[in-house]
T-cell receptor
């Protein structure tokens, strides 16, 4: 257990439905990242937050994807109108943001769109 | 954007063998980290190593920043070392390579 919690761990949804994933970071970690990982590939960067500010969102896969971190603590990643190609593991990672700091990943949320 | 290439893509070892995994990157970076992903998907940071050499038990890593590569050494491998090893580099965002899948057989 790294201290980064993700919920739900697994989600099966029908195409066209909306899904939301939650990430609870380690309490003193200011930076929070979302990644997507498909089978056989490395994690793919989606977006990140410094406290409540979303500093990079151009790499979100489409306008169906959005992320929030309203109080600089937990974060949510929402996918609207899911498609089968959205099936993947969605990973959250956090760090303090200091130089040389270790990044900690959650266990991931597996999404299957049927 | 920066490219990260890892080799070999797959590696099968007998328990007790040593191995070297390589990560090449296309531009100078502020940060380089090695991760291990276990068969259940959990990613664990092994090393933060933008330059120089570090050791942690049976694992060690070396990054030669001027030549844009990093190496991860695993000595006396154990079955629990199995999984995927990722190199990730960071300028403004952390980019991962495709990984090396290691299988250690008893």
């Amino acid at each position: 257990d790294t201290g980064v919690s993700q919920d739900p761990r697994h989600k099966i949804t029908k195409r066209g439905q909306n899904v939301t994933f939650r990430c609870d970071p380690i309490s003193e970690h200011n930076r929070l990242y979302w990644y997507r990982q498909t089978l056989g590939q490395g994690p793919e960067f989606l977006t990140y937050f410094q406290n409540e500010a979303q500093l990079e969102k151009s790499r979100l896969l489409s306008d169906r994807f959005s992320a929030e971190r309203p109080k600089g603590s937990f974060s949510t990643l929402e996918i609207q109108r899911t498609e089968q190609g959205d099936s993947a593991m969605y990973l959250c990672a956090t760090e303090t943001g200091a130089q040389g700091n270790t990044i900690y990943f959650g266990e991931g949320s597996w999404l299957t769109v049927v | 954007g920066i490219q990260v290439e890892q080799s070999p893509p797959d590696l099968i070892l007998q328990e007790g063998a040593n191995s070297t995994l390589r990560c090449n990157f296309s531009d100078s970076v502020n940060n380089l980290q090695w991760f291990h992903q276990n068969p259940w998907g959990q990613l664990i940071n092994l090393f933060y190593i933008p330059s120089g050499t570090k050791q942690n038990g049976r694992l060690s890593a070396t990054t030669v920043a001027t030549e844009r590569y990093s190496l991860l050494y695993i000595s006396s491998s154990q079955t629990t070392d199995s999984g995927v090893y990722f190199c990730a580099v960071d300028n403004n965002d952390m980019r991962f390579g495709a990984g090396t899948r290691l299988t250690v057989k008893p």
